[in-house]
């Protein structure tokens, strides 16, 4: 018997409690083995629990969605398909302990049930220093994914600076149901090729 192919899919890492995009999507994809994964906020344990979950499942393609991005762009030789992908949250990060944003807020939620990281300095570097790899990294198998109301965000222009070329799918972002029926279709598309 054949074994299913298997897809990790990695939430943004800031996430919205229950919002759950990346599992709708997974839901959408049947005939696979679909592990969903939020990781932690501090990028050295997220890549410790990104790589366990490869070796447990050694999976045929990861998709990952906005911070997350940088943390799948560390797996060399897995096919990826990367979801609006934002590479700037150390500079974010930086910017929240300066007080130019939320300044009376420097927590950050993340995963399904709320739970909080603080921004601290540590948080930002380790941040900066993943996010400076993710552009010497092996891009080969790579598929960059922004919706066509994304086109002109400064994350589509980095990547596509970096990377060459991303594929512009309609709509908004990942939150419309119908948005969530294209990326499945597209991931589909990804895995049978």
């Not at 344990?45 to 990104?50: G, L, Q, V, W």
């Not at 603080?118 to 198998?141: M, P």
């Not at 060459?164 to 597209?186: D, K, M, T, V, W």
């Amino acid at each position: 018997m054949r074994k299913k192919k298997s897809i990790l899919f990695i939430n943004n890492i800031f996430e919205s409690a229950g919002c759950g995009a990346l599992e709708k999507v997974a839901k959408l994809l049947h005939g696979y083995e679909r592990i969903v994964l939020q990781p932690q906020a501090r990028p050295s344990r997220a890549m410790r629990e990104i790589k366990r979950a490869c070796s447990e499942h050694s999976p045929s393609l990861v998709v990952a969605h906005s911070a997350a991005a940088a943390l799948a762009m560390q797996l060399a030789g897995i096919e990826r398909v990367i979801i609006e992908p934002y590479f700037s949250t150390g500079n974010m990060m930086n910017n929240i302990l300066r007080g130019k944003m939320w300044t009376t807020f420097p927590l950050l939620s993340y995963g399904a049930k709320g739970k909080h990281i603080r921004v601290t300095a540590k948080c930002a570097t380790e941040f900066r220093e993943l996010e400076e790899k993710t552009f010497n990294s092996d891009n080969s198998c790579t598929h960059g994914v922004f919706f066509s109301d994304s086109i002109g965000t400064v994350g589509y222009k980095e990547y596509v600076k970096s990377f060459g070329c991303a594929f512009s799918i309609p709509g908004n972002n990942i939150y419309g149901s119908a948005e969530q029926l294209r990326i499945a279709e597209f991931i589909k598309g990804v895995l049978e090729c």
